[in-house]
């Protein structure tokens, strides 16, 4: 019997660096290359959008998966001059506790399985262009069993203000595991992926649209599912042309922000690949469909992003931010002190 594969993935470990950052990044259907502003997860996940607006913005989020796994992450930014900035990144993924059993299907107790990934990024802005390097060191341990591994995310992005325009170019997780989850082992690849994405905002209406493409390094990331061969030995169908739009949708992710005045926003993206990978039969409901939001008080601000991973359900997506200069910036100010007569 030859090798069988299902969906796209299972091919790499350390999968969780899949995972989306935020509660932006959930609602607008994966994380999005095309923007660019005061958002630390931003420069997290693309180095390239690490911008100066960012500056000692700090934010932590926080998602339930499935079966009680939880996943979250935390993005600090820094501005180091009018040119560069810096950021750090700490992604984790908790899978609660697993039931152990020996070869005799005896139990063993529990056990507990965690990762976690701390990434260190610089950007350096040069005209328009901004380039950006990410450098992460990755963790995983399961059970007794664990694994290291390094990678790097390389950038390049372009913005332009008057036009309200930003394209990005991303290549992800360059690297290698350096330490295998038993010594036999083989080192096993990193998700690896090329990415390009772009966002517009529109001049006459408080909205930006935005388009994120991945796996540009492979074409077809289509599963081969054996219902859609053709039993006819006589009629030899090949239906390549009827799958060439197929093809070409899962590779992007979709997403729009509507801009309520200056405290809310209100998001909804679409994942096509997740749709057709995770749909049952025909029950896809709103299987790749996202939505979400985000409220600022004051300096903080909070968001919510929920995505549909199944049929049965999807994740709820939290993110809460601040900028700690705007805390800075209340103690310089000298109290007002009221005359007397």
Known sequence: ???????????????????????????????????????????V????????????????????????INFGQFAYAHKIDSLSTAAIGIKYISYDDFLGADAT?????????????????????????????????IFSTLESYSAIGVAADLGVSYHNPENRFT?????????????????????EPLPFDVQIGF??????MPFRFMVTAH?????????????????????????????????????????????LGKHLTVRVGYNYLRRQELAIDNKKGMLGFS??????????????????????????HFTFGMNLNDFHLRKKRAPIVEATN
């Open 167 to 187: 394209a990005s170019l991303l290549v992800r997780n360059v690297g290698r595991q350096v330490s295998t989850y038993y010594e036999e082992a083989e080192n």
């Open 199 to 204: 966002s517009k905002r529109l001049k006459y």
């Open 291 to 316: 939505f979400g939001a985000a409220i600022r008080i004051n300096r903080f601000y909070l968001e919510y992003g929920r995505a549909r991973y199944h049929y049965a359900g999807g994740i709820n």
């Open 105 to 137: 299907g005896a139990s063993t107790g529990t056990f507990k399985g965690n990762e976690q990934v701390v990434s260190f990024g610089a950007s350096r802005l040069m005209g328009k262009f901004r380039y950006g390097l990410n450098l992460k060191g």
């Open 45 to 68: 996940f693309n180095p390239a959008l690490l911008a100066d607006t960012m500056h000692q913005q700090v934010a932590w989020s926080t998602a339930n998966y499935v079966a009680d």
């Open 215 to 259: 796996h540009l390094h492979q074409w077809d990331i289509r599963y081969d599912d054996p219902r859609d061969e053709d039993d006819n030995f006589f009629v030899q169908d090949t239906t390549e042309s009827s799958y060439l739009f197929d093809k070409f949708m899962r590779h992007l992710a979709l997403g729009g922000e509507l801009y």
């Open 1 to 43: 019997m030859g090798p069988l594969y299902a969906q796209l993935g299972g091919d790499a470990t350390f999968g969780f660096l899949d995972l989306p950052g935020s509660a932006r990044a959930s609602a607008l259907g994966g994380d999005q290359l095309g923007l660019l502003d005061r958002d630390p997860n931003l420069g």
